[in-house]
C-alpha cells in the first residue's frame, strides 16, 4: 500500500541553524502539506501546496519557513534559522483530487532545537 | 472558521467495554469530519471520514462514528475495547471536498485496561 515517508525521523540542531525536512508523498497525489504538533498539544496546520504553489499558509508559517517540491517525487519544509519554539513533530501529508480531502499522513520527524 | 472539540483529554475502559470518544464541530457550512489514530511514536492513520453520503459511518479496527447535524457532533464509538486500541485519537473538520486544511481538535487519548 502507498505511504507518505519522511526523512530524517529525529533531527536535532542548534538554534539559528537551518534545517530542512524532507517528504516523499504518494505518488498520484497532486496536494501537499504540512503540519506540526508540539509536545502534548494538537496538530496544527503550517501550509498547503498545489501546482508548485502555496495555496494556503497558517500565522505559523512565517518568513523563516519555505517549502519547496524541488523534483517529481520530493516535497521539503526549510526552516531558515531554527528556534527553541520550532521543537515539535513535523507532519506531511498529502491527498488526491476529488477524495473528500482525506489527506495520507507520514509518520513524522521530530526536530528538536537546542 | 470552522473548529472541533474533543471532551476528555483522556478516557479509560476496560477491555471489552464500549468505547465513546466525544467530538463536536463548528462550521458555517456543511462540513467533512475525520477521525484519525495516532499509535505511539507513529504518525495518524485515517480510522474513518464523513462527506456527508451517509450519517453512520464505518471505519477500520471496527470503530464507527455518527454525524448528527443538530447535535453538530460527530462521536466515535467502538462495541468493545481492545488493548490494541489504546493510542490518542483526534478528530478533525474540512470545509471542502478539495483541497483544504484539516482543523484538528486537541485529541483524546484512549487508556485500556486488562
Known amino acids: 500500500e502507498p505511504e507518505v515517508t519522511q526523512t530524517p525521523s529525529h533531527q536535532v540542531t542548534q538554534m539559528g541553524q537551518e534545517v530542512i525536512l524532507r517528504c516523499v508523498p504518494i505518488?498520484?497525489?497532486?496536494?501537499f502539506y504540512w503540519y506540526r504538533q508540539i509536545l502534548g498539544q494538537k496538530v496544527e496546520f503550517l501550509v498547503s501546496?498545489?501546482?508548485?504553489?502555496?495555496?494556503?499558509k497558517s500565522e505559523i508559517f512565517d518568513d523563516q519557513f519555505s517549502v519547496e517540491r524541488p523534483d517529481g517525487s520530493n516535497f521539503t519544509l526549510k526552516i531558515r534559522s531554527t528556534k527553541l519554539e520550532d521543537s515539535a513533530m513535523y507532519f506531511c501529508?498529502?491527498?488526491?483530487?476529488?477524495?473528500?480531502?482525506?489527506?495520507?499522513f507520514g509518520p513524522g520527524t521530530r526536530l528538536t532545537v537546542l | 472558521a470552522q473548529s472541533v472539540t474533543q471532551l476528555g483529554s483522556h478516557v479509560s475502559v476496560s477491555e471489552g467495554a464500549l468505547v465513546l470518544l466525544r467530538c463536536n464541530y463548528s462550521?458555517?457550512?456543511?462540513?467533512?469530519l475525520f477521525w484519525y489514530v495516532q499509535y505511539p511514536n507513529q504518525g495518524l492513520q485515517l480510522l474513518l471520514k464523513?462527506?456527508?453520503?451517509?450519517?453512520l459511518v464505518k471505519g477500520i479496527n471496527g470503530f464507527e462514528a455518527e454525524f448528527k447535524k443538530s447535535e453538530t457532533s460527530f462521536h466515535l464509538t467502538k462495541p468493545s475495547a481492545h488493548m490494541s486500541d489504546a493510542a490518542e485519537y483526534f478528530c478533525?473538520?474540512?470545509?471542502?471536498?478539495?483541497?483544504?486544511?484539516?482543523?484538528f481538535g486537541t485529541g483524546t487519548r484512549l487508556l485500556v485496561s486488562p
Open positions: 501529508a498529502s491527498s488526491r483530487e476529488g477524495a473528500y480531502n482525506e489527506q495520507f
Open positions: 505518488s498520484n497525489h497532486l496536494y
Open positions: 501546496f498545489y501546482n508548485n504553489e502555496i495555496s494556503e
Open positions: 462550521s458555517s457550512v456543511p462540513p467533512y
Open positions: 464523513y462527506t456527508s453520503a451517509a450519517t
Open positions: 478533525a473538520v474540512s470545509v471542502s471536498q478539495g483541497f483544504q486544511k484539516l482543523v
